[in-house]
């Protein structure tokens, strides 16, 4: 039988309503009576309910975390870092799958708004105006996104493109691709803009291969674009549009890293074990997740924090994981059939 606040109050000697105030608002209570009504209860195993907590506090004890597309390997190593650091807090997560469709995000934060205290959007494809709208519903943080003044865990994007361009071109790629995800996704943009400061700075030519879903798939349907351009070198938007372009090369005969030298992107656990292994950029994914816990934690505990919501921005490192799908760029040879740019 779980142990009630009666039975702490009768072990301790004290009132019923004792017991309630030394646990929800301990600063009211005699110092000697708390310490020994938190020392009873922690004796006999009590333990809060969560429901009459939260007629108290005015608080859920849940967090809502919305995801565009939890089958995306990605995204699990988050929600791990998530479940973990909100456990520690003694809070619940809530998970919701767009399926990486934008236009329910908004509706998912309406309705977990008053579910929970607070909600975490990783990866989210709202528009700014959306997103602001989304911040007005519920304390917001945002994962691999920044948008104005919401909180945010964002990745440096910037540092790691350079990391990749510094390999390509110490292998001596002068001509390198990128194979970008949707449009309306953040990372996609701010890994070109990292991409075209990296290649400008280092001399090099970079060729834009479209926009492809960030799945198996998108990645096999960029392979034409990518042969026709003319690039010894390709960077893909995630390590899963790395896997279908790899396949698909592979299938039109031709060798990574011989032929074509192949780099991915968040160092998802298969990138290991394919072969040739990925080379691939590490994005600190559960870190990214506690973080964003750590943070929401932070602006429930005081959303009028003087130094504002901008100052919740966290920005994390990236590293470069070199394995086997890139090599030297390859020696052009008389024989070797003229490729032309593809812009879509």
């Given at each position: 039988m779980a142990v009630t606040i009666r039975?702490?109050?009768?072990?301790?000697?004290?009132?019923?309503?004792?017991?309630?105030?030394?646990?929800?608002?301990?600063?009211?209570?005699?110092?000697?009576?708390?310490?020994?009504?938190?020392?009873?209860?922690?004796?006999?195993?009590?333990?809060?309910?969560?429901?009459?907590?939260?007629?108290?506090?005015?608080?859920?004890?849940?967090?809502?975390?919305?995801?565009?597309?939890?089958?995306?390997?990605?995204?699990?190593?988050?929600?791990?870092?998530?479940?973990?650091?909100?456990?520690?807090?003694?809070?619940?997560?809530?998970?919701?799958?767009?399926?990486?469709?934008?236009?329910?995000?908004?509706?998912?934060?309406?309705?977990?708004?008053?579910?929970?205290?607070?909600?975490?959007?990783?990866?989210?494809?709202?528009?700014?105006?959306?997103?602001?709208?989304?911040?007005?519903?519920?304390?917001?943080?945002?994962?691999?996104?920044?948008?104005?003044?919401?909180?945010?865990?964002?990745?440096?994007?910037?540092?790691?493109?350079?990391q990749l361009v510094d390999h390509l071109t110490g292998l001596g790629h002068s001509r390198i691709g990128f194979v970008a995800g949707p449009r309306s996704s953040w990372s996609a943009k701010e890994r070109l803009r990292g991409l075209r400061l990296a290649t400008a700075a280092a001399g090099v030519e970079l060729v834009e291969v479209g926009h492809f879903a960030p799945t198996f798939d998108g990645g096999s349907e960029a392979v034409e674009g990518v042969l026709l351009s003319g690039v010894t070198a390709v960077v893909a938007y995630n390590d899963l549009v790395a896997f279908g372009l790899l396949d698909a090369l592979r299938s039109r005969g031709v060798e990574v890293p011989r032929d074509l030298s192949l780099v991915g992107i968040d160092n998802i656990p298969m990138s290991a074990m394919i072969h040739p292994a990925l080379t691939t950029l590490s994005i600190p994914k559960e870190q990214a997740g506690r973080r964003a816990v750590d943070l929401l934690l932070q602006l429930l505990a005081d959303p009028t924090d003087a130094s504002g919501p901008a100052a919740l921005t966290r920005e994390l490192p990236t590293e470069l994981l070199v394995r086997h799908t890139t090599g030297p760029a390859p020696t052009p040879t008389p024989q070797s059939p003229q490729r032309r740019t593809v812009r879509r």
């Open positions: 039975d702490v109050a009768k072990a301790a000697g004290v009132s019923p309503s004792t017991v309630s105030r030394a646990l929800s608002s301990p600063d009211i209570v005699d110092a000697a009576t708390r310490e020994r009504v938190l020392r009873v209860a922690d004796h006999l195993g009590w333990r809060p309910n969560r429901a009459a907590r939260g007629l108290i506090t005015g608080r859920t004890g849940n967090i809502g975390l919305i995801l565009p597309d939890l089958a995306n390997p990605f995204f699990p190593s988050v929600v791990k870092g998530i479940q973990s650091q909100a456990h520690e807090a003694d809070y619940q997560v809530f998970v919701a799958d767009t399926d990486e469709d934008a236009s329910a995000e908004l509706g998912l934060v309406r309705s977990l708004s008053k579910q929970v205290d607070g909600i975490i959007l990783c990866s989210p494809r709202m528009k700014p105006a959306e997103l602001r709208d989304a911040a007005g519903l519920a304390p917001v943080v945002l994962v691999n996104r920044k948008a104005g003044t919401i909180p945010a865990v964002a990745i440096d994007n910037t540092d790691g493109m350079r």
